[in-house]
């Protein structure tokens, strides 16, 4: 197993354009979260999936956000109609179901809205 | 609510013990974890503690968890310059919903 992997890992788009984002989480893991980091602040939780259920979503996910986890495998996090506030590390983690071992982080997903 | 609080700076003299701290708020947190994260990195975990434990030691590092004062510490022992870094402190309840990570702090180290 490769760990969670996060494509793309660097993201440049115009304000306005929408950008989608994926994240394959560690095979045998059934928990899948995504986090924004900006520069400075540690990383803000956005939403969860156990499987394909998502779980729970955060104020910070505005109604431009949605994620999806369509087979309980990979997901994807697309962003409309982006905004320049939206410029951040997007962090993808998963974990166990017991989730005692923590969480395992992709390297992120850099978004840099111009 | 939730709130994971730390201090931003660390600078520590090379060989010497770091001490990072942690306060966080939430009483029923179950786990309570320090990550590492290095420049350009993603974070990584570097220990955990459940909330019915004092204290874990794994080699350099030792956690101590006053759980009264819902306060958290990580000491590295002969800190290297591989140690420097940002820590993460975070905290996590039962339900597993989802972990609330603190500001980070960074740790220099001094020749």
């Known amino acids: 197993d490769t760990g969670v992997s996060q494509d793309p890992r660097h993201k440049i788009t115009k304000r306005g354009q929408n950008v989608t984002f994926r994240c394959d989480p560690i095979?045998?893991?059934?928990?899948l979260y995504w986090y924004r980091q900006t520069l400075g602040q540690g990383p803000e939780f956005l939403t969860y999936?156990?499987?394909?259920?998502?779980?729970?979503k955060s104020r910070l996910l505005s109604d431009r956000f949605s994620a999806e986890r369509p087979k309980g495998s990979f997901s994807t996090l697309e962003i409309q109609r982006t905004e320049q506030g939206d410029s951040a590390m997007y962090l993808c983690?998963?974990?166990?179901?017991?989730?005692?071992?923590?969480?395992?982080f992709g390297s992120g997903t850099r978004l840099t809205v111009v | 609510g939730e709130d994971v609080e730390q201090s931003l700076f660390l600078s520590v003299r090379e060989g010497d013990s770091s001490v990072i701290n942690c306060t966080y708020t939430d009483s029923s947190s179950t786990y309570l974890y320090w990550y590492k994260q290095e420049p350009g990195a993603g974070l990584q975990l570097l220990t955990y503690?459940?909330?019915?434990?004092d204290m874990k030691q794994d080699q350099r590092l030792t956690v101590l968890l006053n759980k009264k004062d819902k306060h958290l510490s990580l000491r590295i022992a002969d800190t290297q310059t591989g140690d420097s870094a940002i820590y993460f402190c975070a905290e996590g309840d039962s339900s597993a919903s989802k972990i609330i990570f603190g500001s980070g702090t960074r740790l220099s180290i001094r020749p």
């Open positions: 095979s045998e893991h059934n928990r």
């Open positions: 983690a998963s974990s166990s179901e017991d989730r005692v071992g923590g969480y395992t």
């Open positions: 999936f156990q499987n394909e259920a998502q779980l729970e």
């Open positions: 503690i459940f909330s019915n434990m």
